[in-house]
């Protein structure tokens, strides 16, 4: 059985936060045709040694940290935007 490795490391600091990236990540998997359950791993970090797990399916890390660290072993499929209040104009980093 395969294992699946999913990070999310980046904004992820809160339970809360922890519940709505879950409920991003099971319909992802699902539209993938990834198991929701038993074989899936989603982890709240995104160190150098995570990513270089041979089950990484998916992260999410710092734009620092891709574009320094991982661009030369791992490809960026998107950047997300976020609506965080307090978080706009030069107060944004994304």
């Known amino acids: 059985m395969t294992s699946h490795l999913i990070l999310c ?14 409920q991003v990540f099971m319909p992802l998997c699902q ?6 359950s038993g074989t899936l791993d989603i982890r709240y970090s995104s160190t150098a040694t ?3 797990n041979s089950s990484l399916y ?14 030369k072993t791992h490809e960026a499929i998107t950047v997300p935007e976020f609506a965080i209040d307090g978080c706009s104009g030069i107060h944004y980093s994304g």
Do not use: I, K
Request: glycine content about 6%.
């Open 31 to 36: 539209s993938l045709s990834l198991p929701t």
């Open 58 to 71: 998916l992260g999410h890390a710092c734009e620092y940290s891709l574009w320094n660290d991982f661009l």
């Open 50 to 52: 995570d990513f270089q």
């Open 9 to 22: 490391g980046m904004y992820a600091f809160s339970p809360a936060l922890r519940d709505v990236w879950q």
